[in-house]
């Protein structure tokens, strides 16, 4: 590789000043026509570092120590010729745009090459220095306008991948006909453009007609704790329909959660209800969740059962407790997303007995209205803060008078 000299031109460039001179690798096996582009450049208005190789081979060299702003490539070259030497000189990095020159006699290479990924061709005997100066700096652009979009395309392929699998892994209903009960679920995730969070809910209907509602969360915002919840999640289920209750399916939550843990000191609560649809019981299992609100004909009241740990603390019973739900009532399980966030006033949160005051002044509401208005509620006190910040799942059951 020999570099050219005598190179000395001004810098504006029309396109916006250079702040370093543009580095150009010419392959060019002839000397003479080497020596016109020096001539060009110089006449060009424009700062380039040219590098000058005899060949393909020693292209390939020097692109391994380091990478130009563009390829100056002749396509009549001793070891390669036309599209041959156009993709060995792509091949050793795509990113670099290559202008290619041709002969009078062979100028339909150039329409090949353009074809092939080269962003512009000039013919020899015919290129002036302000054609070939626009030439370089438009190969340029072009092919970072080029590797932009692709860039782009891919985020949003990967995005769109992303959010059908996140749609995917959302739980869907599991009741049989005529289940008894009328569910709304609402999930509401902190990442942003993100479906799913550490937050997780589930519910499913046995064969006894027994309606089984989970909620639960893990600890921590990020794309490792949305799949932890979701595989407890699956695991939920699958030990519900299993037969494991209380404490046992607890102990086998807790086995699966440390098994499927990103890292240590990771933990999930979660509450589990069970719902009679012959008559008023339902049984609850706390781990170390939140209480839940029951809403009832223009009430609402706070119920917070006895509970154990939460899961991956390695230690505790998880007490099953028994309970009655008058007809006409619903329960609203949720996650503390909902009630972490501020009240509008100072760095004072919400709370739950704030939220409790939020859902009285909307329990009047039909159970999807109600729970739409009480996470918009929470939304609206904490906006002067940026809003909630943490992931939300709500589920709100209610048996159907039958």
Same mark, same amino acid.
């Given at each position: 590789m020999v570099p050219l000299h005598g190179l000395d031109p001004t810098t504006g460039v029309g396109m916006g000043a250079q702040t370093r001179p543009l580095s150009v690798l010419l392959v060019e096996d002839d000397r003479g026509d080497a020596l016109l582009v020096e001539e060009?450049?110089?006449?060009?208005?424009?700062?380039?570092?040219?590098?000058?190789?005899?060949?393909?081979?020693?292209?390939?060299?020097?692109?391994?120590?380091?990478?130009?702003?563009?390829?100056?490539?002749?396509?009549?070259?001793?070891?390669?010729?036309?599209?041959a030497a156009l993709a060995r000189v792509a091949a050793c990095d795509p990113t670099i745009p290559i202008v290619v020159l041709t002969g009078l006699t062979d100028e339909h290479f150039g329409v090949s090459a353009l074809a092939s990924g080269a962003q512009d061709y000039l013919v020899k005997g015919r290129v002036e220095a302000e054609m070939l100066r626009r030439a370089l700096l438009y190969a340029i652009e072009r092919k970072r306008a080029e590797l932009t979009s692709a860039d782009l395309r891919a985020s949003q392929l990967r995005a769109a991948e992303n959010a059908r699998l996140e749609r995917g892994l959302l739980p869907s209903p599991l009741l049989l006909g005529d289940p008894g009960v009328d569910i709304?679920?609402?999930?509401?995730?902190?990442?942003?453009?993100?479906?799913?969070?550490?937050?997780?809910?589930d519910?499913?209907?046995?064969?006894?007609?027994?309606?089984? !509602?989970?909620?639960?969360?893990?600890?921590?915002? *990020?794309?490792? &704790?949305? @799949?932890?919840?979701? +595989?407890?999640?699956? %695991?939920?289920?699958?030990?519900?329909?299993?037969?494991?209750?209380?404490?046992?399916?607890?102990?086998?939550?807790?086995?699966?959660?440390?098994?499927?843990?990103?890292?240590?000191?990771?933990?999930?609560?979660?509450?589990?209800?069970?719902?009679?649809?012959?008559?008023?019981?339902?049984?609850?299992?706390?781990?170390?969740?939140?209480?839940?609100?029951?809403?009832?004909?223009?009430?609402?009241?706070?119920?917070?059962?006895?509970?154990?740990?939460?899961?991956?603390?390695?230690?505790?019973?998880?007490?099953?407790?028994?309970?009655?739900?008058?007809?006409?009532?619903?329960?609203?399980?949720?996650?503390?997303?909902?009630?972490?966030?501020?009240?509008? !006033?100072?760095?004072?949160?919400?709370?739950?007995? *704030?939220?409790? &005051?939020? @859902?009285?002044?909307? +329990?009047?509401?039909? %159970?999807a209205a109600f729970v739409d208005a009480l996470i918009d509620g929470a939304q609206e006190r904490a906006a002067q803060h940026g809003g909630l910040s943490d992931d939300i799942a709500v589920v709100r059951v209610e048996r159907t008078r039958r």
């Open positions: 060009l450049v110089a006449e060009a208005n424009i700062e380039i570092t040219m590098v000058w190789a005899a060949s393909i081979a020693d292209a390939e060299r020097e692109l391994t120590l380091s990478a130009p702003d563009c390829v100056l490539l002749d396509l009549n070259l001793p070891d390669a010729n036309g599209i709304v679920a609402t999930y509401r995730p902190s990442r942003q453009n993100a479906l799913l969070g550490g937050d997780f809910y519910f499913v209907q046995t064969p006894d007609r027994t309606v089984h !509602v989970m909620v639960g969360d893990v600890s921590g915002h *990020g794309p490792d &704790e949305a @799949a932890l919840g979701v +595989a407890l999640r699956i %695991g939920w289920r699958a030990l519900t329909f299993a037969g494991l209750r209380g404490s046992e399916r607890m102990r086998q939550l807790e086995r699966l959660l440390r098994a499927e843990s990103p890292g240590s000191g990771i933990f999930a609560t979660v509450l589990s209800l069970a719902i009679s649809t012959d008559d008023l019981r339902f049984t609850a299992v706390r781990a170390g969740h939140p209480g839940m609100l029951v809403h009832g004909p223009d009430s609402v009241e706070w119920l917070e059962p006895p509970a154990g740990p939460a899961l991956g603390l390695g230690v505790g019973e998880w007490p099953i407790n028994e309970l009655e739900l008058p007809i006409g009532h619903g329960l609203l399980l949720l996650t503390d997303g909902l009630f972490e966030g501020h009240s509008g !006033v100072g760095n004072q949160r919400l709370g739950e007995d *704030g939220l409790l &005051e939020l @859902a009285k002044e909307r +329990a009047d509401l039909p %159970g």
